[in-house]
């Protein structure tokens, strides 16, 4: 706490306490997600949900405890990049399940289109074709959703690794230093990843009405992307000396202060969008093998 209020002196005393009262915001709304779905959905689907829906929890302690303890920011920035994927990995098999397994999936995307316009592609080419469904195309993008997990963490081993040997510093982009090839690995399986997720809701969305797929995506997926942005952005400016210094605390750690402070923020935000897609009741066409743990009229 002494870091923290040498890094912004008394606002950061008020900056704790709004931080503590947004971190409890976030933990009713799981826990209040958490019984509306074990009452109105099968375990399967409870589990799954509460597993893409427990990014918010974990993202806003880690930033909580950033304001509280500045110098974890390491331990907890490490924690937020290894986490992140997962529930947009968990959302795939969501929306497998709601086709109740995935050749009944195939089966009913067959005389259907992959749209290959879609984020962050349509940005660069805007007239991407559609194409024929296939098994074989499935696979792709399957394959380009389970990289957006696996590669982060094979990333981050080499990352200790190569920093163990020396041959690894942070926003050191020379040829000798291992930063720049694992920041480009990084930036492309975030691309592939995205872009994996997104030809996948677009295709499925429309199959599967009812069930809010794009809002859900949406809300995970903006937690991913303005996480990974903020965490680029206030680590380059913090470096470069553009936040206050106050010996011995550095632009560095008032930039990852602040940083923490917004995150937090715009999680709490995220969570309450993503309650609001997430908690809602089966739709009458919607058929399980499970039953429904204690269903109530909604």
């Given at each position: 706490?002494?870091?923290?209020?040498?890094a912004?002196?008394e606002l950061s005393?008020?900056l704790?306490i709004?931080?503590?009262?947004?971190?409890?915001?976030?933990y009713?709304?799981?826990?209040?997600?958490l019984?509306?779905?074990?009452r109105?959905?099968?375990v399967k689907?409870?589990?799954?949900?509460?597993?893409?829906?427990?990014?918010?929890?974990?993202?806003?302690?880690?930033?909580?405890?950033n304001?509280?303890?500045?110098?974890a920011?390491?331990?907890?920035?490490?924690?937020?990049?290894?986490?992140?994927?997962?529930?947009?990995?968990?959302f795939?098999?969501?929306?497998?399940?709601y086709?109740?397994?995935?050749?009944?999936l195939?089966?009913?995307?067959e005389?259907?289109?992959?749209p290959?316009?879609?984020?962050?592609?349509?940005c660069?080419?805007?007239?991407?074709?559609k194409l024929?469904?296939?098994?074989?195309?499935f696979?792709?993008?399957?394959a380009?959703i389970?990289q957006?997990?696996?590669?982060?963490?094979?990333?981050?081993?080499?990352?200790?690794?190569?920093?163990?040997?020396?041959v690894?510093?942070e926003?050191?982009?020379?040829p000798d230093n291992a930063?720049p090839?694992l920041v480009?690995l990084n930036?492309?399986?975030?691309?592939i990843g995205?872009?994996?997720?997104a030809?996948f809701?677009?295709?499925?969305?429309?199959?599967?009405?009812g069930?809010?797929?794009h809002?859900k995506?949406?809300?995970?997926?903006?937690?991913f992307i303005?996480?990974?942005?903020?965490?680029?952005?206030f680590?380059?400016?913090?470096?470069l000396?553009?936040?206050?210094?106050?010996?011995p605390?550095s632009?560095?750690?008032?930039a990852?202060?602040?940083?923490?402070?917004l995150?937090?923020?715009?999680?709490?935000?995220?969570?309450v969008?993503?309650?609001?897609?997430?908690l809602?009741?089966?739709?009458a066409?919607f058929?399980?093998?499970?039953p429904?743990?204690?269903?109530?009229?909604?």
């Amino acid at each position: 706490m002494e870091e923290a209020i040498a890094a912004l002196g008394e606002l950061s005393i008020g900056l704790v306490i709004l931080g503590g009262i947004v971190t409890t915001g976030i933990y009713c709304i799981y826990i209040e997600e958490l019984v509306y779905l074990y009452r109105n959905w099968p375990v399967k689907f409870f589990l799954l949900k509460l597993g893409c829906l427990s990014i918010f929890p974990i993202v806003g302690s880690c930033f909580f405890l950033n304001l509280l303890v500045p110098r974890a920011t390491e331990y907890t920035t490490n924690t937020v990049v290894l986490c992140l994927p997962a529930p947009l990995v968990l959302f795939f098999w969501v929306v497998i399940g709601y086709a109740s397994k995935e050749r009944h999936l195939l089966e009913r995307l067959e005389d259907k289109l992959i749209p290959l316009r879609g984020p962050p592609c349509c940005c660069v080419c805007w007239c991407c074709p559609k194409l024929p469904f296939s098994k074989q195309r499935f696979k792709v993008v399957k394959a380009c959703i389970y990289q957006f997990f696996l590669t982060p963490v094979i990333l981050f081993i080499i990352a200790t690794v190569c920093s163990k040997y020396g041959v690894f510093k942070e926003l050191k982009f020379v040829p000798d230093n291992a930063a720049p090839y694992l920041v480009g690995l990084n930036f492309a399986s975030f691309f592939i990843g995205v872009y994996g997720l997104a030809i996948f809701t677009k295709t499925t969305s429309k199959l599967l009405h009812g069930f809010h797929i794009h809002g859900k995506f949406l809300s995970l997926q903006l937690q991913f992307i303005l996480v990974r942005f903020h965490f680029f952005t206030f680590d380059t400016l913090g470096r470069l000396g553009f936040f206050p210094c106050h010996p011995p605390v550095s632009s560095l750690m008032t930039a990852l202060y602040i940083r923490s402070a917004l995150l937090l923020g715009e999680g709490f935000i995220l969570s309450v969008v993503g309650r609001f897609f997430f908690l809602h009741a089966p739709p009458a066409h919607f058929v399980s093998v499970d039953p429904i743990n204690h269903h109530q009229p909604t």
